[in-house]
């Protein structure tokens, strides 16, 4: 069974800060990794995925992350805040390309503070 | 592209009262889920289905049952609703291994 723990529930920036929200997973065959991002009121979007492809993956809006499977972790990463990444992100696991189905870990809500 | 719609947007049921949530996906995709959110649980799986006319449980499907008759279309049915399934339910869609899940815009639903 595959499961996901992201750290801290809330992470507060300043906007042209770094942001990073922290992703540890765990899965007992190669895993299929995800960053999603939930705007209030909406659904989730696809911010990037890794799919045992390169380890360091770019998605969207400027944001990317890094597999690295000594420390089990898929660390999100942007090198300066906006405004407009204030939002909900949520990390999530598949084992693989056999299993279809998605754990999500709890999510961390990003302020950004002017 | 639609991708997922989710239909109503917004219920609210009085306790006992029954409905039935829909999601239709113009991707083509085999595999459906639906799924119900609530605060500082992230997503729960709550039925899943990978072709038509085939469903499964997920991590919490007591309370609901859903039926796949088309492809297109996922139904997510709450018989007899209760207040602890006040919730947000999002319906996805996936493709071929290794594809994301699509995500459609979520039934915010009130149980009273």
């Known amino acids: 069974a595959q499961s996901v723990t992201q750290l801290g529930s809330h992470v507060s920036v300043s906007e042209g800060a770094l942001v990073l929200l922290r992703c540890n997973y765990s899965?007992?065959?190669?895993?299929?990794l995800f960053w999603y991002v939930q705007y209030p009121n909406q659904g989730l979007q696809l911010l990037l995925k890794?799919?045992?492809?390169?380890?360091l993956v770019k998605g969207i809006n400027g944001f990317e992350a890094e597999f690295k499977k000594s420390e089990t972790s898929f660390h999100l990463t942007k090198p300066s805040a906006h405004m407009s990444d204030a939002a909900e992100y949520f990390c999530?696991?598949?084992?693989?390309?056999?299993?279809?189905?998605?754990?999500f870990g709890a999510g961390t809500t990003v302020t950004v503070r002017a | 592209n639609a991708g997922v719609t989710q239909t109503p947007k917004f219920r609210v049921l009085k306790t006992g009262q029954s409905m039935t949530l829909l999601c239709a996906q113009d991707?083509?995709?085999?595999?459906m889920y639906w799924y119900r959110q609530d605060p500082g649980m992230g997503l729960r799986l709550i039925h899943y289905?990978?072709?038509?006319?085939?469903?499964a449980k997920g991590e919490v499907p007591d309370g609901y049952n859903v039926s796949r008759l088309k492809k297109q279309n996922f139904l997510l049915g709450l018989e007899s609703a209760a207040p602890s399934q006040t919730s947000v339910y999002f319906c996805?869609?996936?493709?071929?291994?290794?594809?994301?899940?699509?995500f459609g815009d979520g039934t915010r639903l009130s149980i009273l």
């Open positions: 996805a869609s996936r493709g071929t291994p290794g594809q994301p899940q699509h």
């Open positions: 899965s007992s065959v190669p895993p299929y």
């Open positions: 890794y799919t045992s492809a390169a380890t």
């Open positions: 999530a696991v598949s084992g693989g390309s056999n299993d279809y189905k998605l754990s």
């Open positions: 991707m083509n995709h085999e595999y």
């Open positions: 289905s990978v072709g038509e006319g085939t469903t």
